[in-house]
């Protein structure tokens, strides 16, 4: 059994920042995923890509609206992925989701089809 929880949220005022968490629990087995991804998904609108990092660290992606301001990272040792926000803006009001493809599959995706593991989200406010 292979469980994300997000964690970090909150509310924030513009320009401020946050750090979300996603750590994975996998029941105390070993068990390898592969890429991770970050999601959102604001009131009324469908699920987007923020950012991605794919298994191994060497290849990173963001969503053109988040370039320059948010930044992905993952720590192995903790089974951890980090996003840090900057400069928040009230547009990226949403719930965040964490999302990670199965072992095989090391690159990282920006459709969501492509996960297979998803987390409960965590909730972002920014306030203007």
């Known amino acids: 059994q292979v469980r994300l929880v997000e964690s970090g949220g909150g509310l924030v005022q513009a320009g401020g920042s946050l750090r979300l968490s996603c750590t994975t629990s996998?029941?105390?087995?070993?068990?390898?995923?592969?890429?991770t991804g970050w999601f959102r998904q604001a009131p009324g609108k469908e699920r987007e890509f923020v950012s991605g990092i794919s298994r191994n660290g060497g290849t990173i992606d963001y969503a053109d609206s988040v370039k320059g301001r948010f930044t992905i990272s993952k720590d192995n040792a903790k089974n951890t992925v980090y996003l840090q926000m900057n400069d928040l803006k009230s547009e990226d009001t949403a719930v965040y989701y964490c999302?990670?493809?199965?072992?095989?599959?090391?690159?990282?995706?920006?459709?969501?089809?492509?996960?297979?593991?998803w987390g409960q989200g965590t909730q972002v406010t920014v306030s203007s």
């Open positions: 999302a990670a493809r199965s072992y095989l599959y090391g690159m990282l995706a920006t459709t969501e089809g492509n996960y297979d593991y």
């Open positions: 996998t029941s105390g087995r070993t068990f390898s995923l592969g890429a």
